[in-house]
């Protein structure tokens, strides 16, 4: 099973990046998506998950209404579309796959990303 995130780099405050996830090895359309982000020195959080049909999605308080997860199962790839950045969106970000009862929690994801840093200067 792989998960290859792709889409970080160095980005200013108030504009728009997009993640992306390309997975293979598994059934990509039985899985719940999730991404999560990392920043230096803390612990791994939840951003966003959207379930296997694409048709219900959840977001961390942080980011609602400035990201949107999405979902191609024709091209087993999520993606992260992340608008009005700001610094302290500042991370590695991960994508991860769990089953159809994964929610928030990094334990209810059996498989992830090498991440991809997103970086928003200020």
């Known amino acids: 099973v792989q998960l290859q995130a792709s889409g970080g780099g160095l980005v200013q405050a108030g504009l728009s990046l997009r993640l992306s996830c390309a997975v293979s090895?598994?059934?990509?359309?039985?899985?719940?998506m999730g991404w999560f982000r990392q920043a230096p020195g803390k612990e791994r959080e939840f951003v966003a998950r959207i379930s296997t049909n694409g048709g219900n999605t959840y977001y961390a308080d942080s980011v609602k209404g400035r990201f949107t997860i999405s979902r191609d199962n024709a091209k087993n790839t999520v993606y992260l579309q992340m608008n009005s950045v700001k610094p302290e969106d500042t991370a590695v970000y991960y994508c991860?796959?769990?089953?159809?009862?994964?929610?928030?929690?990094?334990?209810?994801?059996?498989?992830w990303g090498q991440g991809t840093l997103v970086t928003v200067s200020s």
């Open positions: 090895g598994l059934t990509f359309s039985r899985y719940k």
């Open positions: 991860a796959a769990g089953n159809i009862y994964a929610r928030s929690s990094v334990l209810e994801y059996d498989y």
